[in-house]
T-cell receptor, first 116, second 114 residues
Framework: AQSVAQPEDQVNVAEGNPLTVKCTYSVSGNPYLFWYVQYPNRGLQFLLKYITGDNLVKGSYGFEAEFNKSQTSFHLKKPSALVSDSALYFCAVRDPSGAGSYQLTFGKGTKLSVIP | DSGVTQTPKHLITATGQRVTLRCSPRSGDLSVYWYQQSLDQGLQFLIQYYNGEERAKGNILERFSAQQFPDLHSELNLSSLELGDSALYFC?????????????FGEGSRLTVL
């Protein structure tokens, strides 16, 4: 079965510094990988995805993620953090057995705190 | 605003009771997904419907059931409620074809079982 690991429960970064939120995955076949963000008392919002093509994927709000097949990783990055980036970030992988379905398996989430 | 509407936003009930959560997907989206978010289990996929038919099933208990109606809204029914069913229940819809994998989540229904 597919799985996603987010090794850090919390990441603290100073405003203006680069940020990285880590994600590793395990899935049979070609991975479909996603990042979502959840602000307090809100639903999840799609940030970006990797399905095929360029290993560096650009998404919303200046975020990007790098797919590394050999390390089975899909880390989320941003060159300069904003206080407004503080939120809960989820990495997810599509269940490859779900033909026609985008049933996602989510990691446990990483709380990002950007310190002014 | 994701365009996905969930009601009620908050619900408090007692053990053994039954509740119904409702979801209206984004206009034009045929797929509806239900997820449960709790502190100990994280986000768990429950079930997916596509154009009225069940498409995929996850960790959904037998006490739970769902359906999608002809107007594409969906309902999640939770019965014989237990304390451990307290959680945030999310509905998400997906355009499927032109933006595969991009789920649009509602703001959730927070269920508290006392």
């Amino acid at each position: 079965a597919q799985s996603v690991a987010q090794p850090e429960d919390q990441v603290n970064v100073a405003e203006g510094n680069p940020l990285t939120v880590k994600c590793t995955y395990s899935v049979s076949g070609n991975p479909y990988l996603f990042w979502y963000v959840q602000y307090p008392n809100r639903g999840l919002q799609f940030l970006l995805k990797y399905i095929t093509g360029d290993n560096l994927v650009k998404g919303s709000y200046g975020f990007e993620a790098e797919f590394n097949k050999s390390q089975t990783s899909f880390h989320l990055k941003k060159p300069s953090a904003l206080v407004s980036d503080s939120a809960l970030y989820f990495c997810a992988v599509r269940d490859p057995s779900g033909a026609g379905s985008y049933q996602l398996t989510f990691g446990k989430g990483t709380k990002l705190s950007v310190i002014p | 605003d994701s365009g996905v509407t969930q009601t009620p936003k908050h619900l408090i009930t007692a053990t053994g009771q039954r509740v119904t959560l409702r979801c209206s997907p984004r206009s034009g989206d045929l797929s509806v997904y239900w997820y449960q978010q709790s502190l100990d289990q994280g986000l768990q996929f429950l079930i997916q419907y596509y154009n009225g038919e069940e498409r995929a099933k996850g960790n959904i208990l037998e006490r739970f059931s769902a359906q999608q109606f002809p107007d594409l809204h969906s309902e999640l029914n939770l019965s014989s409620l237990e304390l451990g069913d307290s959680a945030l229940y999310f509905c998400a819809s997906s355009p499927t074809r032109d933006r595969p994998g991009e789920l649009f989540f509602g703001e959730g229904s927070r269920l508290t079982v006392l």
